[in-house]
């Protein structure tokens, strides 16, 4: 109340507010304490897309098929993946995601192997590494790019359309504190994905 001066009231609402988001745990007579973070609490409280779910969510059966995945040194013209590479080595994975048998979406992501060093020891033959990061990495951060962008011959024959085919390109960062964790870019096909965010206003 006395940094932000404000009421007991706004600082009790903004507090239950984070107890249902799971981010604190309140005990009666002993006080607030922040949750010990884990996948699920980050997720919750960024919301970042989960491709199996969204696929069940509308309704199809999901399946995932792994392209390619490879140890490789960063691309130099490329600065992120110099970032996520801190002993010069990153985890490079190609993946297609798909509902009902058909493509759904087409990812590319890289993996700081020295923030996720379990990962070395996956080969993601069975499962997405998206899923398999939120199950078991915490992350704090993460940013979005979104952009709609015409497919090219490699990625449409991939997705199973003809080149120059729109498509929306969600490009995401993730870090732990100050750690990079990993970078990814999905390819979903124009007419098949949308996006919906769920806003309220904020009161004084």
Known sequence: MAQYQCSRMTVNKVLSLLAEKGLIERRRRVGSFVCK????????ALDIPHIPVDVALR???YSYRLISRKLRKPAKSIAHEGELAPEGILIAIKCLHLADGKPFALESRVINPVAVPAALDEGFSDQAPGSWLLENIPWS??????????????????LKVPAGTASLRIARRTWLGKTPITYVEQMFLGD???LVAHFR???P
């Open 37 to 44: 973070p884990n996948a699920t609490i980050e997720s919750v």
């Open 192 to 194: 098949s994905y949308d």
């Open 201 to 203: 206003p904020m009161t």
């Open 59 to 61: 309704g199809h059966a």
């Open 141 to 158: 951060r993460a940013e979005h790019h979104i952009k709609a962008v015409n497919l090219g011959r490699r990625d449409a024959s991939r």
